[in-house]
């Protein structure tokens, strides 16, 4: 298995990394060289402030080891020559270390901040990873850009836009997913899906899995060819005192993902239709503070891994590892002696 990060590692809630506390853009790449010397495989960056492929090339600058990767970058308001073009001068940078991965975000933000039309995600997700490799080929072969689809029609590359080979092109794609027609085109044409937080053992078991082999097995591929990457919902702490407070913050994250409709089809898988009802009452009605109510604990510990940190490698290790290839965890690390023990929690956890 292999253990990915966010950052920043330090002076957060307790083991829960929330992404309205992002790292200074100034600290990113010391931030990165500090993940590199803790022992991560990569150091990954979600689109929510700051333009994430701008971020890795901070971090690419400040280490030699460590992978670097969108965790989800927005594929559909960037052309994918942009995204292309992005992505191409960060495997420059980083001699190799790059992973590309793409989100469709959800059609309010798509038409209502992007400004864009809307079409069906997962075939529009599909055109769009075509595209992109298109144009890399381009760049390595020199060969003419021919691209059609039903949404990119690419045909124009001139030398001075053409940035030529380079020395590791095979550039890795994943695309997050939850539903079985994303879940499906990542089978298909990607190399690593990447599931959310509130992917259950069970929902990994009985959809994401066959979802994959059906997109897979459209393209003659294996499906276990495709990385499989998890950010799983973790709360964690040094003792059962302060596990305890961070616990509390944990169900009312739960009671959150209960009252949003994207992602519904989890909770009905286990049955917890009803308390997905009461949650989006809660929700519409803005009582943020009474999300947390709608979690009993069977639910809580079933979508979230619960545990101090002498426990918590154990249990995401019997949870996942034989689920996903990759994993995003970490504590908060304040000093050296944290550093430590959040190396020796990796070792445990691969």
């Known amino acids: 298995m292999r253990i990915d990060t966010l950052l920043p ?34 150091v990954l960056v979600e689109e929510t402030k700051d333009d994430p492929y701008q971020l890795l090339a901070l971090g690419a ?14 594929a559909f308001p960037r052309s994918p020559t942009v995204t292309a073009m992005s992505a191409w001068s960060l495997q420059k940078l980083s001699q190799g270390r790059f992973v590309l991965g793409l989100g469709s975000q959800v059609k309010g933000h798509v038409r209502r901040r992007f400004g864009m039309a809307w079409h069906p995600p997962a075939p529009w997700m599909r055109d769009y990873v075509g595209a992109v490799r298109a144009v890399w080929t381009a760049w390595q072969t020199g060969e003419p850009l021919r691209f059609e689809s039903e949404h990119y029609q690419l045909s124009l590359m001139v030398p001075l836009f053409d940035p030529g080979p380079i020395d590791h092109p095979d550039i890795p794609i994943h695309i997050a997913a939850i539903g079985p027609n994303m879940c499906g085109v990542a089978g298909e044409v990607a190399d690593g899906v990447r599931l959310h937080p509130i992917c259950t053992e069970r929902f990994i078991d009985e959809r994401v899995g066959p979802a994959l082999a059906v997109g897979a097995n459209r393209a003659g591929r294996d499906p276990a060819d495709v990385e499989v990457c998890m950010k799983p919902l973790v709360g964690t702490a040094a003792d059962d005192e302060a596990l305890e407070a961070v616990t509390g913050t944990v169900r009312a994250r739960v009671g959150f993902y209960l009252s949003t409709p994207a992602y519904r089809r989890v909770f009905d898988l286990h049955d917890w239709g009803d308390l997905a009802d009461r949650a989006a009452v809660l929700s519409k009605a803005q009582r943020w503070d009474e999300l947390a109510s709608t979690v009993p604990d069977d639910v809580l510990h079933t979508v979230a891994t619960i545990g101090t940190h002498d426990t918590i490698g154990a249990k ?12 995003e965890f970490s504590i908060p690390v304040d000093g050296p002696a944290d550093a430590e023990r959040l190396t020796a929690l990796l070792d445990e956890l691969r």
């Not at 200074?24 to 022992?39: T, V, Y």
């Open 9 to 42: 590692l330090g002076k957060l809630d307790p083991g829960l990394r929330e992404p309205d506390t992002p790292l200074h853009i100034a600290d990113f790449g010391a931030g990165a060289a500090l993940a590199e010397a803790i022992g991560y495989d990569a």
């Open 61 to 74: 600058a400040a280490t030699t080891t460590v992978g670097l990767g969108t965790s989800v970058a927005m």
């Open 316 to 327: 995401l290790r019997d949870r996942y590892g034989d689920r996903v290839d990759r994993i």
